[in-house]
């Protein structure tokens, strides 16, 4: 199975400051079709995730541009250039490359 | 709308089965691949299994094989999912989710899954 591990696993940040997530794959996620199989999610409290970025740098619909996504093969991040009062909650990576999709440990985002 | 939404969860003793439902609305459900993804209490999200567009293709999490049964009625617009001979630890939330671009895109609100006595 492909291990994710991200970090940090706790982000307290003050409105209006960039943050940025880290998560590394045990495996490359880069497919022969040039796409890195890296999926960003957050769940906010009480909510079911929701998608951020897919394929590893693409932004989802509806999805504010101060997130953005970078990274391939085995290290990512999940940068956020402003950070707003909504952006509380858990952020996760996902891998889709292979069965079973694994998911990071996840990272709770903190208004100072 | 675009819109997935899980029934069936509930409290179950050990030992017992439960079948999750996904209502889906909004798009073309034969053209899509479905998942199950849990989240135990205060836990991460786990991925619990999945199923091709026409129902032949399945896969499932080791935890679970042999005991959960993913499945589709696709003219009923409906996910599946059989579970049998449940523990303590399948205690979660379930989600049913679309896969579509290389991700989960939609995810349901979840049913809640409560195995014990």
């Known amino acids: 199975d492909i291990v994710m591990t991200q970090s940090p696993l706790s982000l307290p940040v003050t409105p209006g400051e960039p943050a940025s997530i880290s998560c590394k794959s045990s495996?490359?996620?880069?497919?022969?079709?040039?796409?890195?199989?890296l999926n960003w999610y957050l769940q906010k409290p009480g909510q079911s995730p929701q998608v951020l970025i897919y394929?590893?740098?693409n932004r989802a619909s509806g999805v504010p541009d101060r997130f953005s996504g970078s990274g391939s093969g085995t290290d990512f991040t999940l940068k956020i250039s402003r950070v707003e009062a909504e952006d509380v909650g858990v952020y996760y990576c996902?891998?889709?490359?292979?069965?079973?999709?694994?998911f990071g440990q996840g990272t709770r985002l903190e208004i100072k | 709308e675009v819109q997935l939404v899980e029934s069936g969860g509930g409290l179950v003793q050990p030992g017992g089965s439960l079948r999750l439902s996904c209502a889906i609305s909004g798009f073309t459900v034969s053209n899509s691949w479905m998942h199950w993804v849990r989240q135990a209490p205060g836990k991460g999200l786990v991925w619990v299994s999945r199923i091709s567009n026409d129902g032949s293709n399945t896969r499932y999490a080791d935890s679970v094989k042999g005991r959960f049964t993913i499945s589709r009625d696709n003219a009923k617009n409906t996910l599946y999912l059989q579970m049998s001979s449940l523990t303590a630890e399948d205690t979660a939330v379930y989600y049913c989710?679309?896969?579509?671009?290389?991700?989960?895109?939609?995810w349901g609100q979840g049913t809640m899954v409560t195995v014990s006595s």
């Open positions: 394929l590893g740098s």
């Open positions: 495996q490359s996620l880069l497919q022969s079709d040039g796409h890195n199989y």
């Open positions: 989710a679309r896969w579509s671009s290389g991700a989960v895109d939609i």
């Open positions: 996902m891998q889709g490359l292979q069965i079973p999709i694994t």
